[in-house]
T-cell receptor, first 108, second 118 residues
Framework: GQSLEQPSEVTAVEGAIVQINCTYQ??????LSWYQQHDGGAPTFLSY????GLEETGRFSSFLSRSDSYGYLLLQELQMKDSASYFC?????????FGKGTMLLVSP | DTAVSQTPKYLVTQMGNDKSIKCEQN?????MYWYKQDSKKFLKIMFS???????INETVPNRFSPKSPDKAHLNLHINSLELGDSAVYFC?????????????????FGPGTRLTVT
């Protein structure tokens, strides 16, 4: 079956760096995506990794290790507006599975 | 311009009724999706269509029937609504299906339809 594990909640202060991990088990693997969702809003795309390594997009970076079935999202220079839920998602053979989400709380 | 739109935004209905949610995307994408997000925020894919062909069909009661009249539209019809169907339903679209080894696989989500079954 398919399963993704990510922490349910992470707290940090403004200006800090936080890492949200995601481990997965899927039937087949094509890529790992990350999405952000604010309360009451729709998920928005942050990043995608199909190959091993680090992808950087502004303050956000995402890493993938296919041999370890592991990835993470790194958020730098945290701002209050980064308080949201973050989902990892894996595209497998005829499947697309989202993790249960990590709620990030950024405090002043 | 709205990229992915859904109607209605809110839907309150009684058990046993039949309802539809419409979705349209103006991004020129070839793949569309329906997701259900429950009260615990668990986001689960229900269906995915590529060029009007069903490519992902998760374990969903057959009371739920997707219809894709063309690449830009994917509607969701729900028969005999039950209390457990209450959730937020998101439509999404993407260029490609995610198995194309593209440089990116980005889904654009609609604003969601909050369905409440009483």
């Amino acid at each position: 079956g398919q399963s993704l594990e990510q922490p349910s909640e992470v707290t940090a202060v403004e200006g800090a760096i936080v890492q949200i991990n995601c481990t997965y088990q899927t039937s087949g693997f094509y890529g790992l995506s990350w999405y952000q969702q604010h309360d009451g809003g729709a998920p928005t795309f942050l990043s995608y990794n199909a190959l091993d390594g680090l992808e950087e997009t502004g303050r956000f970076s995402s890493f993938l290790s296919r041999s370890d079935s592991y990835g993470y999202l790194l958020l730098q220079e945290l701002q209050m507006k980064d308080s949201a839920s973050y989902f990892c998602a894996v595209r497998g053979y005829s499947t697309l599975t989202f993790g249960k989400g990590t709620m990030l709380l950024v405090s002043p | 311009d709205t990229a992915v739109s859904q109607t209605p935004k809110y839907l309150v209905t009684q058990m046993g009724n039949d309802k539809s949610i419409k979705c349209e995307q103006n991004l020129g994408h070839d793949t569309m999706y329906w997701y259900k997000q429950d009260s615990k925020k668990f986001l689960k894919i229900m269906f995915s269509y590529n060029n009007k062909e069903l490519i992902i069909n998760e374990t969903v009661p057959n009371r739920f029937s997707p219809k894709s009249p063309d690449k830009a539209h994917l509607n969701l019809h729900i028969n005999s609504l039950e209390l457990g169907d209450s959730a937020v339903y998101f439509c999404a679209s993407s260029h490609g299906t995610g198995v194309d080894l593209m440089s990116s696989y980005e889904q654009y989500f609609g604003p969601g339809t909050r369905l409440t079954v009483t």
